[in-house]
């Protein structure tokens, strides 16, 4: 049993912010974007990537588009350090993309990091020390004051000194209070306060203040009260990129990241589908498809997501989960047959510009590279919306509906019984037992079509097996269905009527066929559906007969 947890644990506190904004701002556009997968990621992985996996997650990142890149903690080892002489050597950063990094506020780890980065064009310079009380008394043992002065403005002037030594490097210079989100508000402004005074940023000439919820422990509106908060109160303001660092120890980085835009931020950092320390960093594509689907271009490119997921995972060397969103195997993908009715309504209302308004389905596959074939699949959950349209996207069979209630059972004795998922083909093949193969008793072998004007009647002579066995059939009516059920009801001895009748071009596939339905009313018994397919629509149809009474014959 769990012990009362009001004994061990803290309640987060509330800010006082009366007057908050942001519950009604609206994300119009994107935010600066910061990928840290190769440092916050990278530190975080059970082995972290070795040269040849950075590069790949390197060139990924590029190709889609990201501007600020954190590279790595080059004073952490000799590979973070020769990763980035790498990179800078064989002039493998593109100019318009700055490589980010990261030290701590110590001396020796800042200069080891100025020396990693000669003859880099474009950089953000990247420190941080904790600010959190729990982290001032136990690891630093350092009072607010000392904090800001040994920890924080020292290390912001040795950083402007070094950068000026180093002229020919375009230099942006960032600040983490780190643990910012569990650090007193009026603190952290005096920290961030204290440094931009040493720094003094321009308008022209921003610097970059990082707020980072290191460890998420609030709700993420708790988040966006802070940010909004610093946002109004900080000094220097327009000289100021406010940058957020969302993690999701409590599963709410994405809220809390997109809260956080509402309240002021300008830019986020984050890694890609949500590694990084812990539960992970927040997801940055998580959020720049969310905007995305509003309507808002997020100046990233994932029109081939399962790439992007291919190489993250073989960088990272772990799986993307098959609910990841927008990402995972099955996120597009409907069993329940409500969802599956709904969602091939709404695809054959579709026009091809109209907004996307799909249920069940928030974007459209296509746009990240997906198929729709994944969108429908037919478990024992499913109904006949699903199966059929299986059958229309994949064999390009319009079943009518009454046809679609009477295969579904097919359909569902057998998920019934295996309890496992059918595929497509599956259903096809289960689709060909049941309507298309049924040659017993009755099978087709060929016809003759007279068509009698004066009578406006047609005549049919028809050569049908009967338990193997050839017979000629003679029949009259006013089409070659009617006259076909006519010869028919006379051979078998019973009533034959024709209850429905429907046929298309079959869409799928490279012949020209035709399919016809046909629901057969046999005596007094319900009717029954007979399918045929054939190149001749008149064959079609008379196959169709001959199922639905082979099928009759087959129950009784
Ligand atoms: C929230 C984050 O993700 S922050 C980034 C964390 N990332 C990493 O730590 C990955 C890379 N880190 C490393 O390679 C190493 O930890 C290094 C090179 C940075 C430091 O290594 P070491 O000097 O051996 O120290 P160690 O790893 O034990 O860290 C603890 C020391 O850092 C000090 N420290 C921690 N954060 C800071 C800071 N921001 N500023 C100054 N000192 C700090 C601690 O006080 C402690 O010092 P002490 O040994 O005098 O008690
Ligand atoms: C170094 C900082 C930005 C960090 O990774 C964190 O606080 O989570
Ligand atoms: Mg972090």
């Known amino acids: 049993m769990l012990k009362n947890p009001a004994t061990k644990y803290r309640s987060f506190a509330p800010v006082h912010l009366r007057d908050r904004t942001w519950p009604d701002a609206v994300l119009s556009r994107a935010p600066i974007w910061c990928s840290v997968d190769l440092r916050d990621g990278n530190q975080s992985l059970i082995e972290p990537m070795n040269r040849e996996r950075k590069l790949r997650m390197f060139q990924l990142l590029v190709k889609l588009g990201f501007k600020e890149i954190e590279v790595g ?71 607010q004051d000392e904090v800001i002065d040994q920890l924080a403005v020292q290390h912001a002037r040795l950083i402007k000194q070094l950068a000026a030594e180093q002229p020919e490097t375009d230099w942006t210079f960032e600040y983490s209070p780190e643990m910012f989100s569990g650090t007193e508000l009026d603190f952290a402004k005096r920290i961030v306060d204290a440094v931009t005074e040493v720094w003094q940023p321009t308008p022209e000439r921003r610097c970059i203040i990082n707020l980072p919820s290191t460890v998420e422990h609030s709700t ?14 900080l000094e220097r303001r327009e000289s100021i990129i406010i940058s957020v660092h969302p993690h999701n120890d409590r599963g709410t980085g994405t809220a809390a990241g997109e809260f956080a835009l509402m309240a002021g931020a300008d830019r986020i950092e984050g ?24 309507g808002v271009d997020p100046g990233l490119d994932f029109g081939d997501i399962d790439e992007v997921r291919r190489c993250v995972e073989y960088c990272n060397q772990l799986p993307v989960h098959p609910r990841h ?61 699903g199966i059929a349209y299986l059958l229309e996207s994949e064999y390009g069979l319009t079943l009518p509906r009454r046809l679609q209630i009477e295969f579904s059972t097919a359909v569902q004795a057998v998920t019934d019984q295996s309890g496992k998922e059918v595929s497509a083909a599956d259903i096809w093949a289960l689709f060909q037992t049941e309507y298309l193969s049924v040659g017993e008793p009755y099978g087709y072998l060929a016809h003759h079509l007279v068509e009698d004007s004066t009578l406006d009647q047609v005549k049919l002579v028809t050569e049908v097996a009967v338990n193997g066995e050839k017979h000629r ?10 006259a076909f059920v ?47 397919i054939d190149g001749n629509i008149v064959t079609a149809s008379l196959k169709a007969i001959l199922s639905a009474l082979n099928r009759v014959a087959r129950r009784s």
């Open 271 to 294: 890694c890609l589908f949500g590694n990084g320390e812990r539960t992970g960093n927040v997801d940055l594509v998580n959020i720049a498809l969310n905007l995305y689907t509003q």
């Open 486 to 532: 006519s010869a028919l009801s006379e051979l078998s001895g019973r009533k034959l009527s024709v209850a429905d009748y429907q046929e298309h071009a079959v869409t799928a596939g490279s012949d020209a066929k035709a399919v016809s339905y046909i629901e057969l009313k046999v005596g007094d018994g319900r009717p029954v559906f007979g399918v045929g």
């Open 73 to 143: 903690f080059p004073s952490a080892s000799q590979t973070e350090f020769d990763f980035i002489r790498h990179l800078i050597e064989n002039d493998l950063i593109p100019d318009d993309v700055s490589i980010q990094v990261l030290t701590q506020a110590r001396e020796h780890l800042i200069r080891r990091t100025f020396e990693a980065l000669k003859g880099a064009k474009k950089v953000v310079l990247h420190y941080y020390n904790a600010t959190a009380p729990v982290m001032r008394r136990v690891v630093f043992n350092l009072s």
């Open 325 to 385: 969103p927008y990402v995972g195997d099955l996120v597009f993908t409907s069993f329940s047959g409500s969802h599956q009715d709904a969602i091939k309504k709404a695809f054959s209302l579709r026009k091809p510009d109209d907004i996307w308004e799909m249920p069940y389905l928030p974007i459209d596959p296509l746009d990240l590279g997906r198929s729709y074939e994944a969108v429908i699949r037919v478990n024992s959950q499913s109904g006949k919306g």
């Open 473 to 482: 059939l003679d029949g009259k009516g006013n089409g070659p269905i009617d």
């Open 220 to 233: 993420p509106n708790i988040f966006a009260d802070m940010i909004e908060w610093m946002h109004r109160h």
